[in-house]
């Protein structure tokens, strides 16, 4: 089953609104939209509105993704965000399970699978975050750890709504450190990722329309080998999202 390459640039926390709409107005020179590649840019929440007023004026065919949210619609939950509100933000695809969410604000797998199905009954694009430290890759459980992150985080899915869900593999010790797993570590992880979806769903076509992302430390002279992997279909980027000098090449990558 054909697949279509997705790229998705998460700003973390950088850029403010009139940053972003710099950088959008870069790759609106370079990028017209693709009928192989889907691109998507996750700002912080300060910028999401101005960063959809772009992209709905110059008639963009990028799409629109937060970094987080909360899994109640409303309430007393002061400082957060929920699903209904990213949605009258234009909002697209949210961002859940990151590495950083769970090793700075201690989100457990129980939290990452109540977001996310919380996202799908609000009609939002998960992608769903996994990825191993440094420690658990050197003891050689990285297999059997991204396979407990899948199954805890996919709990309570139904086959249909896993046709609406990303995920994405981010080892730990290669974001932001200038480390790369091989494209062949990156692969033999995203194919068990596949492998546990076909297990967990019982239907082959559920874990071959499953895009897989590669996530870490990804540029524009690695990405071509990595989308050449079968089982990886894309790459959640991190720092080298915030300049259209260093996404451009990315998405290029991606293109051919």
Not at 96 to 125: C, I, P, Q, T
Not at 210 to 233: C, H, M, Q, W
Not at 238 to 255: K, L, N, R, T, Y
């Amino acid at each position: 089953m054909s697949r279509k390459l997705l790229v998705v640039g998460n700003w973390k926390m950088n850029l403010t609104a009139a940053q972003g709409v710099q950088l959008m107005q870069g790759l609106d020179d370079f990028f017209r939209g693709s009928d192989n590649v889907e691109v998507v840019v996750a700002p912080p929440f300060t910028a999401i509105h101005s960063v959809a007023t772009v992209i709905d004026f110059d008639k963009m065919r990028i799409g629109l993704g937060a970094q987080n949210m909360y899994w109640e619609d409303v309430g007393a939950y002061t400082g957060e965000i929920s699903p209904t509100m990213l949605k009258a933000a234009r909002v697209n695809y949210v961002i859940l399970g990151h590495s950083e969410r769970r090793e700075y604000f201690d989100e457990d797998d129980v939290v990452v699978s109540k977001k996310l199905r919380a996202a799908l009954k609000n009609d939002l694009l998960p992608i769903l975050c996994c990825g191993e430290s440094l420690e658990v890759r050197e003891d050689e459980e990285t297999l059997e750890y991204i396979e407990e992150q899948i199954r805890a985080g996919l709990k309570g899915v139904n086959v249909t709504d896993m046709s609406k869900v990303t995920i994405a593999y981010e080892p730990i010790w290669a974001i932001g450190t200038g480390k790369v797993a091989t494209p062949r570590m990156a692969e033999e992880v995203c194919a068990h990722i596949r492998h546990v979806i076909d297990d967990m769903f019982g239907l082959e076509s559920v874990a071959a329309q499953t895009r897989i992302l590669y996530g870490g430390s990804v540029k524009g002279d690695n990405a071509e080998l990595i989308f050449a992997e079968p089982n990886i279909d894309g790459a959640l980027v991190g720092g080298a999202a915030i300049s259209a000098d260093s996404f451009i090449p990315i998405i290029a990558a991606a293109m051919r």
